[in-house]
């Protein structure tokens, strides 16, 4: 049996040498080397711009990246945040697994990633809550006017992934399609259920419901290149909005028993045509 004074004096010694990490750790490391690698890996990797303030530890594997910003090659923001909260798997590196989870605070809501990467297969899965949309600068920047919350999950592993997407108090002002503008429209709620495999995603459930519109869309979209649609749009007018808009619902022939005008959406991104 050890005694008492021999092990109370290795537990003391093992104290220390944790203490002395950790001084290390808050004192010493180089976290303006390790904030500069990420931004350059992601300048090399990627056709965006990585910039941060300031990593900051928080505990032996937690961190804070602050004023974190992502843009394009024109300078357009694409996401921010004020402090997101970063902790790596210790036990991961140690099996040769990278698993890192992100915690960020962003437009008004809360957006959590896990990431996992190994030598064969890498998987993500995205959470967000109660985003708004309006706070989004890019849209602005473009001069779409919405609002409303946004918030749902993403789950993919390697080339495979499937997501639900909800949204509440939507609202959309002066749009233009093609430059034919579109009504303003409020919708109480939306769900979005979609799956991707390689290159194409699959809508298997986009549904819009307001006091004015219903809509109904799935589908498909091959995104390689400039992008092919063939969707099924079903859409749902109030009688006010079929009087005001009686031009374009003139055109849709196809109504079925419980009142959605239908037509396809084919093309490409940037030339959609659509099959009445």
């Known amino acids: 049996m050890i005694d008492r004074k021999v092990l109370i004096k290795r537990l003391s010694f093992a104290a220390y040498f944790v203490l002395a990490f950790f001084l290390f750790l808050l004192l010493l490391f180089p976290f303006d080397r390790i904030k500069s690698r990420l931004e350059a890996e992601v300048r090399n990797r990627t056709p965006l711009e990585l910039s941060i303030t300031r990593i900051s530890p928080r505990f032996f594997n937690r961190f804070v990246l602050s004023d974190v910003i992502v843009s394009d090659g024109k300078g357009r923001v694409l996401f921010e945040s004020p402090s997101i909260y970063t902790k790596v798997s210790?036990?991961?590196?140690?099996?040769?697994?990278?698993?890192?989870?992100?915690?960020?605070?962003?437009?008004?809501g809360e957006l959590f990633v896990s990431a996992?990467?190994?030598?064969?297969?890498?998987?993500?899965?995205?959470?967000?809550?109660?985003?708004?949309i309006n706070a989004y600068p890019l849209l602005k920047d473009l001069g779409v006017k919405v609002s409303g919350k946004v918030g749902g999950n993403f789950e993919m592993t390697g080339n495979s992934g499937k997501g639900r997407l909800w949204a509440k108090d939507l609202a959309t002002r002066e749009l233009t399609v093609k430059g034919f503008p579109l009504p303003d429209l409020d919708f109480?709620?939306?769900w979005l259920e979609a799956e991707l495999k390689g290159d194409r995603a699959t809508v298997k459930k986009l549904e819009l419901e307001g006091k004015d519109l219903k809509l109904r869309v799935t589908g498909s979209v091959v995104l390689r290149q400039r992008g092919t649609l063939n969707l099924i749009i079903k859409v749902k007018p109030s009688e006010r909005l079929a009087r005001e808009q009686v031009l374009v619902?003139?055109?849709?022939?196809?109504?079925?028993a419980e009142g959605f005008y239908q037509f396809i959406l084919g093309g490409t991104f940037d030339k959609p045509v659509p099959r009445m």
């Open 249 to 256: 619902f003139s055109l849709l022939k196809k109504r079925d």
């Open 188 to 190: 109480s709620r939306g």
């Open 90 to 108: 210790i036990c991961g590196l140690l099996r040769g697994l990278l698993a890192v989870s992100v915690d960020a605070k962003a437009y008004g």
């Open 116 to 132: 996992r990467q190994e030598s064969k297969q890498q998987s993500i899965v995205i959470d967000a809550n109660e985003l708004d």
